[in-house]
């Protein structure tokens, strides 16, 4: 079996890149979500 | 409060998001959600499937920021620790105040959707809920009694009473046998880790029993909690009017607690050896524990959906 190779070290913008990338998705999910509950409570 | 540790206070790089989600202590949640989807389903009522995801949801992040509350208070006593040294804060991967500002967000939305959404008895049980963890038992009990764990214990038991609530949107004795049923195997579940970890804690001056009391009293006192456990476990299926469990869950509860009995003799008569010994009982009850609570709140949802 052969070693897996070293991770690069990610950089600053890598990082803040993902996290903001799923904050964003965490938003979209809420809103969406709240948009559901809205429903649900109107049936 | 402790002070910042150098590590914790420079923070090469911005907080990644893997290591926000580690501050929730998801191993931990997926038994908070688990219990509480089982009080939710085992109503004796039903819910809007969004508005059930909703409140899972609301207990998976009130738990997840009482989690992430714990772990910014106690940061340096985690870096003390070979079990909890990993952890992003003691790593330095994440400053303390973006861990309190996550926790504090996450604990209020969860609040407040809660009560928006579903009921506001659900949502205050839920902030006492958060409070009993991140207060009672983080700041004030456990560094103080070796009775950390049994009063604080409290604050895991109150998932299924939550989703349950959730759903009735009122108190019955069922979700309060629920919440016994977890406060009383949460002190044999924890202290079963505790004695085999006895040294980490005593090393960062936590007073858990094996430090305080010893392990001969400890090991007592897991016995004597699994004794109470068995018929505890069964009551769902004695209790009275017609929101009790049925054979299904009763004969699983006995069952399941007579093997939990059986371990917790093994490790509660048991001496240890030696500082060789490996500690296998404690660690297969501990196991065990963990699996326990999982399969006793599939048998009483199994039940549910069986009656039905």
């Known amino acids: 079996m052969t070693k897996p190779e070293p991770q690069p070290p990610r950089t600053v913008a890598q990082i803040r890149s993902s996290r903001n990338r799923v904050l964003g998705l965490s938003l979209a999910a809420f809103v969406v979500l709240v948009f559901f509950i809205s429903i649900a409570k109107m049936s | 409060m402790t002070t910042t540790s150098p590590s914790a206070a420079i923070a090469p790089l911005p907080a990644d998001w893997r290591d926000l989600i580690a501050l929730t ?50 940061a340096d006593i985690d870096a003390g620790m070979k079990r909890t040294a990993q952890r992003p804060l003691p790593q330095g991967r994440l400053d303390r105040t973006t861990a309190r500002d996550f926790a504090g967000v996450l ?78 195997w ?13 040294t980490e804690y005593a090393k960062v001056g936590i007073p858990m029993m094996p430090v305080v009391a010893g392990e001969r009293s400890t090991r007592r006192q897991i016995l004597a909690y699994a004794v109470l456990l068995l018929p505890l476990s069964a009551l769902p299926w004695w ?58 709140f599939a048998a009483l949802v199994a039940d549910r959906f069986i009656a039905l």
């Open chain 2, 107 to 184: 604990c209020a939305a969860s609040v407040f959707l809660m009560g928006f959404a579903i009921s506001w008895l659900a949502a205050a049980i839920l902030a006492i809920s958060i409070v009993y963890y991140a207060v009672v038992y983080t700041i004030w009990l456990k560094p103080r009694t070796p009775q950390n764990i049994v009063i604080g214990g409290g604050a895991g038991a109150f998932p299924p009473l939550i989703g349950w609530i959730a759903v009735t949107g009122h108190i019955t004795p069922m979700p309060v046998v629920l919440f016994a049923i977890i406060f009383i």
């Open chain 2, 239 to 296: 209790l009275p009017g017609d929101e009790h469990a049925g054979a299904v869950y009763g004969v699983s509860a006995l069952a399941l607690s007579a093997v939990f009995l059986a371990l917790s003799v093994r490790v509660g008569l048991r001496e240890r050896t030696g500082p060789d010994d490996t500690m296998k009982p404690e660690k297969q009850l501990f196991a065990y524990s963990v699996l326990y609570l999982f399969a006793l």
């Open chain 2, 186 to 198: 949460t002190p044999p579940h924890f202290w079963a880790l505790a004695l085999f970890v006895k």
């Open chain 2, 25 to 74: 202590k998801p191993r931990v949640m997926s038994l908070v959600i688990f219990t509480g989807l089982c009080g939710l389903l085992a109503a004796p009522q039903s819910i809007h499937p969004v508005l059930g995801f909703t409140a899972i949801l609301c207990i998976a992040m009130g738990a997840g920021g009482a989690a992430a509350l714990n772990q910014w208070w106690e």
